[in-house]
């Protein structure tokens, strides 16, 4: 019989780049909504995900990483922070085993009133327990009232002990969405982020974060989802190279995209991609309201 009390909450999931939070937020919830590569800044939107249980319900918030922004796409990601900290019952503060405070990044969320749990990941990197029982005294005396859980979310270590922590902290409210739904965002927004994500995976230097995917056409039938996407690069030699010789590169991008969204949706995939330029997109707000990065 489901426990009476519901308790239901939004939990922002923050930290600098690259400390693992878009894993764990896909190990939370048990589906790969978040995008993982091994470059910084993988991650540019705010992705809520939704777990339900008899009992409570738990959206969380994967957001970008903690950066002092330079142009304004990084000033658009670091108003989704902003946003989702307001918006939080819970805060989830993830940092790396190695990583120090601070004081810039994390000032403000020590002068917030939401209740703060530290996930210190990457803990495998300990090699004692003195040395991670040391490691949480540290977090805790940056965050006082809050909680410290040494995890490694790659390997699934302590991982467990994440959820019955964040229930713990959770307000009583009724759920904030149907109990059926696993995210907030459109199944056009996840086929243009596995795109994405391969992009990270195969180019380097300037490519992956001049680039960005639009899905022009989503059409879905009994058995089949035809997708059109096109790949916005910010100057005509980015272009070519990410189409690469006789078209290879785009053709491996393609390829693995259609296969990673074909698990993703459950369904066969003709997918068709192609490149155009859109000058210096990062930097001019009209082009970041066409992509969804501010409010048209």
Not at 63 to 84: I, R
Not at 103 to 124: A, G, Q, Y
Not at 218 to 241: C, L, P, T
């Amino acid at each position: 019989m489901a426990n009476s009390i519901h308790k239901s909450g939004f939990v922002s999931i923050v930290g600098k780049p690259n400390v693992g939070k878009s894993t764990l937020m896909n190990k939370l919830v048990g589906e790969n909504l978040s995008i993982i590569t091994a470059k910084a800044q993988t991650t540019r939107h705010r992705i809520m995900g939704i777990l339900n249980a008899d009992d409570f319900q738990i959206v969380y918030s994967d957001t970008p990483g903690l950066l002092e922004p330079k142009y304004e796409l990084q000033k658009a990601m670091m108003n989704f922070v902003k946003v989702s900290l307001e918006d939080a019952d819970v805060i989830l503060v993830v940092v790396e085993w190695g990583e120090t405070f601070d004081e810039d990044m994390f000032k403000p969320l020590t002068r917030i009133n939401t209740p703060v749990l530290v996930i210190i990941n990457k803990s495998d990197l300990a090699k004692t327990t003195e040395e991670k029982g040391k490691k949480v005294e540290y977090w805790k005396k940056i965050f006082p009232s809050s909680t410290c859980l040494t995890v490694s979310a790659i390997k699934g270590t302590n991982i467990n002990a994440v959820l019955p922590a964040i229930v713990k902290l959770l307000p009583e409210h009724a759920p904030y969405f149907p109990k059926d739904e696993m995210t907030t965002r459109s199944e056009r927004f996840f086929a243009s982020e596995i795109i994405r994500e391969k992009i990270f995976i195969h180019y380097e230097q300037e490519i992956p974060y001049s680039s960005e995917v639009a899905i022009e056409s989503f059409k879905e039938e009994d058995h089949i989802i035809r997708i059109r996407a096109i790949i916005y690069v910010e100057r005509e030699s980015q272009k070519g190279i990410l189409i690469g010789k006789a078209g290879a590169s785009l053709n491996r991008v393609g390829t693995e995209a259609r296969k990673d969204m074909e698990k993703f949706f459950g369904k066969k995939i003709f997918l068709e991609t192609f490149v155009k330029v859109a000058d210096n997109w990062r930097k001019e707000k009209n082009k970041l309201k066409q992509f969804g990065y501010l409010e048209a």
